[in-house]
């Protein structure tokens, strides 16, 4: 199987074939729309019930606390702020939360301002606004990432997405490796510079971010309330429950440091000695798709090598297992990933042998 190079985006950042990438620190998704419509007052009203709430909606869940607060100030002022609105869909673009706290009054009317914008100008205003609240957790930012990508880069899915990261990661550390052109790379790192907190590299995010998307259901509950980072999530994530549920519980109830969760995840599951790493880099998932446009696209996965053959079946088979609980991949995907597996199998085999 032969490994094809991926066609860099088409799109409204202008970031086409042939084309310089852009300068590095510039934002590939301009945000003074959302500043111009933020700066005009409301031009109609509406019933709440007749808008789309769920369109462009990157919060699964907002900050309980913060929206008691925002719930009392218009308990007493009212709806000061209108809420952006797509003119041809009723859609909302930001305001997410008045919104919710409209229906929930029986405001029977809101202030609204109508945006004359398509889809995907309607998709960055909102995701623009997001970025900007600071009750926005790393789920509800880091899929709203891969959306943007998805999006922007013409992906079938969220799975190819999460896919192309990986491997633009690997592809950015290895020196002379062009399996992504380098402007594709360059403005998946923008994207992702731009619309995480603090500004994330690439290899930061696909390290510390994309990982959060397999964790259990519990865990990221709790990490979307806002009662757990991150941080400490990934690493109580590595236990088996009752064990996970146990710590989770003390994390919350105690406000446990990272280092303290660290720790105590140490005592229950000490680490693995260490083995002689191998030599090779042997890669850990191959998938075979199509993009939206129907482009043949091959992508060859590669994670960072364990300390053996051993412990890099063992983590592979964890991360198809989580895949496949989380249905984050597609039948097709997870069949040839098994393939993938069998393969890699083999291999050790004929090494220990």
Not at 114 to 121: G, K, S
Not at 183 to 206: C, D, H, N, P, Y
Not at 227 to 246: C, F, G, M, N, V
């Amino acid at each position: 199987m032969t490994t094809a190079t991926i066609a860099p985006p088409v799109d409204n950042a202008a970031i086409a074939t042939g084309q310089k990438p852009q300068q590095r620190g510039k934002s590939p998704v301009d945000s003074q729309r959302l500043v111009q419509a933020q700066n005009t007052s409301a031009n109609d009203t509406i019933d709440p019930r007749e808008l789309d709430a769920s369109r462009y909606q990157f919060r699964k869940q907002p900050n309980p606390k913060a929206k008691a607060e925002l719930a009392e100030s218009i308990g007493v002022k009212g709806i000061t702020n209108p809420l952006l609105v797509q003119t041809s869909r009723k859609a909302i673009i930001a305001g997410f939360t008045r919104h919710e706290i409209a229906i929930e009054g029986e405001f029977t009317q809101v202030p609204i301002r109508w945006l004359d914008v398509d889809d995907d100008e309607a998709a960055d205003i909102a995701a623009i606004d997001n970025t900007k609240r600071a009750d926005l957790n790393p789920i509800d930012e880091t899929e709203m990432v891969v959306s943007i990508l998805q999006r922007k880069l013409k992906f079938a899915s969220a799975a190819l997405t999460i896919a192309f990261l990986h491997q633009a990661a690997h592809t950015k550390e290895q020196t002379g490796n062009n399996v992504i052109p380098t402007e594709t790379i360059e403005f998946a790192t923008q994207i992702i510079r731009q619309f995480t907190k603090g500004g994330m590299s690439l290899t930061s995010f696909v390290k510390n971010k994309l990982k959060l998307l397999n964790l259990p259901e519990n865990i990221l509950d709790s990490v979307r309330s806002g009662e757990l980072h991150y941080t400490k999530a990934a690493a109580i994530s590595t236990l088996e429950d009752p064990s996970r549920q146990e710590l989770l519980d003390r994390s919350i109830e105690e406000g446990l440091s990272v280092r303290e969760v660290k720790a105590e995840v140490a005592k229950i599951k000490p680490p693995k000695a260490k083995a002689d790493k191998p030599t090779t880099e042997l890669p850990v998932k191959v998938i075979e798709a199509r993009q939206e446009d129907n482009s043949e696209l091959n992508l060859t996965v590669l994670a960072p090598a364990p300390d053996s053959i051993e412990d890099r079946i063992e983590i592979v088979m964890e991360e198809t297992i989580a895949q496949i609980r989380s249905n984050k991949f597609a039948v097709e995907i997870l069949e040839e990933f098994e393939r993938s597996l069998l393969n890699l199998q083999r291999q050790f085999l004929v090494k220990i042998n």
